[in-house]
Nanobody, 117 residues
């Protein structure tokens, strides 16, 4: 089992920045990929960014150049630095870990990000 705890959400004005953190615990040795997804009201959950154990990253087109995902392996924590935020970035952000051979999904509880225009 893997447990994920997010922090860092909040209210910010358009053009501002926020940093989300996600601390992993439990069977962390089984984690292959960590990432962030988001879900806005009335919309499906979508991938925002991912980072694998080798440090390779993947971003949604809508956030490229504005968001940066990183991980601190010593702290078992993944971060999402969000710059130049837009109102359309408003959503609940979920931390995700994919673990084991079958890449089982684990989810955090979610953290609200609200960008006011």
């Amino acid at each position: 089992q893997v447990q994920l705890v997010e922090s860092g959400g909040g209210l910010v004005q358009a053009g501002g920045s926020l940093r989300l953190s996600c601390a992993a615990s439990g069977s962390i040795f089984r984690i292959n990929v960590m990432g962030w997804y988001r879900q806005a009201p009335g919309k499906q959950r979508e991938l925002v960014a991912q980072i694998n154990n080798g440090g390779s990253t993947n971003y949604a087109d809508s956030v490229k150049g504005r968001f940066t995902i990183s991980r601190d392996n010593a702290k078992n924590t993944v971060y999402l630095q969000m710059n130049r935020l837009k109102s359309e970035d408003t959503a609940v952000y979920y931390c995700n870990a994919k673990a084991g051979i079958i890449m089982h999904d684990y989810w955090g509880q979610g953290t609200q990000v609200t960008v006011s225009s």
